[in-house]
């Protein structure tokens, strides 16, 4: 493991049986109040963005836009919000899905996105990969390309990776730390 995964995984704090019985939540409050340990994950998430060509970065509320938001200014990139269904207030697309825990609803302004972008989406967390799989399609019925999917963390035994490869079609999936 580098230096890097190191303290990013430290700065992860593991919550039983939160927001249900059988979870095991992975809370990122602690390395948002290290502002080392943030700037790594923002410096680390923006050059992964850049490298890719991308013009654009997607976050996935909430936890999305805290990471994603930082990651857009380092990168020098637009940032493009994806909110929970009713609270964009323009012409919005929206896309239902599945939860580790429940179904949920994501919608996004298309004006903002048009033919010429490759859009980057950052989020912390990879879990069974159906907010990020139902982001991808709101990209693509915007108008938009592609760059690829960055998060801080993989959950693997959720099986996200495999849920959303069809979505990504050859774009890659980069996870900091897989867990
Ligand atoms: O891969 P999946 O199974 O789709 O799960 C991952 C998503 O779940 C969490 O968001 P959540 O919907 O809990 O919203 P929050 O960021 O507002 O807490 C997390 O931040 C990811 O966006
Ligand atoms: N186990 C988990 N921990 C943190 N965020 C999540 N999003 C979906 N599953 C999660």
Request: charged share 25%; net charge negative; proline share 5%.
């Amino acid at each position: 493991m580098t230096g890097i995964e190191e303290l990013l995984l430290s700065r992860i704090r593991d919550v039983q049986d939160y927001p249900e019985p059988g979870v095991t939540f992975k809370d990122i409050t602690p390395l948002l109040a290290d502002p080392a340990a943030f700037t790594v994950l923002t410096d680390a998430l923006a050059e992964i963005s850049v490298r890719s060509g991308a013009t654009k970065i997607v976050g996935l509320e909430a936890r999305g836009f805290i990471l994603g938001a930082p990651v857009a200014v380092r990168a020098g990139l637009g940032f493009i919000p994806v909110r929970k269904a009713g609270k964009l207030p323009g012409a919005t697309l929206g896309q239902t899905y599945d939860l580790e825990y429940g179904s949920a609803e994501i919608e996004v302004h298309a004006e903002d996105l048009s033919a010429d972008d490759r859009v980057m989406v950052v989020d912390d967390v990879l879990a069974t990969g159906g907010t990020a799989e139902a982001s991808l399609q709101l990209i693509r019925r915007a108008g938009a390309r592609v760059a690829g999917v960055a998060v801080l963390m993989e959950l693997g035994f959720l099986g996200g990776r495999a849920r959303l490869e069809p979505a990504l079609e050859g774009a890659p999936l980069e996870a900091l730390l897989k867990v």
